[in-house]
């Protein structure tokens, strides 16, 4: 009986040292640390500017594109006269994007002054001109389609032209092509109407040209 006792007494502790081996093995284990190598890099001074927005038309149509001495903020108006029913007359412009960002684009009318009742039968549409060069608007230059169709001038005071994208540092050519119909009434002989065309220009809805990625 002594001995069994003596027996399970030992072989008591000899489990419980056991067990204080394999706790303490395990702390050690999960608290050892580790050398990690480390390496660091960097773009420094980094510099963010903000680009411009301007539109520009050409003072002389057979101009240099981009030369800033042929290009203007304002031009004069141009005289229609003698406008009488079924008539028809073209004016050519050139607009020029000097700034850094690529606009969307569109004219609009503006009504300043006479008589307003000439409004309603003038009528506007816009194409994009195919100049040869000579800055002189001929037959056949103008592409098929207007950019959109025909507008009263009092519609195109609310319902501006779209002419789409000009991307930076680039011409647009464009020819306004005015008319009356037969139905121009004879009270309005000897009357007249003045209008500003003005262009305007945003990002919004514009694409961003990316540069082509050059080779390795």
Do not use: C, H
Request: charged letters at 20%; aromatic letters at 12%.
């Amino acid at each position: 009986m002594l001995n069994e006792m003596k027996s399970a007494l030992f072989g008591g502790k000899s489990i419980l040292k056991s067990l204080f081996l394999i706790v303490v093995t395990v702390a050690v284990v999960s608290g050892a640390t580790y050398a990690a190598w480390t390496a660091q890099a960097k773009v420094e001074g980094n510099t963010f500017s903000t680009g411009s927005a301007a539109l520009k038309l050409y003072g002389n149509l057979a101009g240099t594109p981009g030369v800033n001495a042929n290009l203007t903020d304002l031009l004069p108006g141009n005289s229609f006269d003698d406008v009488y029913p079924n008539w028809e007359e073209y004016y050519p412009a050139k607009l020029y994007n000097s700034g850094t960002v690529n606009l969307k684009t569109t004219v609009k009318g503006v009504y300043v002054s006479q008589t307003a009742a000439l409004q309603d039968y003038i009528k506007v549409a816009v194409y994009k001109w195919n100049d040869d060069g000579d800055g002189v608007y001929e037959e056949g230059e103008k592409e098929t389609l207007a950019y959109q169709n025909w507008k009263t001038l009092r519609e195109w005071r609310t319902n501006p032209i779209l002419l789409g994208q000009v991307d930076a540092k680039a011409t647009l050519p464009l020819v306004f092509r005015f008319k009356t119909e037969e139905d121009l009434p004879n009270s309005l002989q000897n009357q007249n109407t003045v209008f500003d065309f003005v262009f305007d220009g945003t990002t919004e809805g514009a694409t961003t040209t990316l540069p082509s990625p050059s080779p390795l």
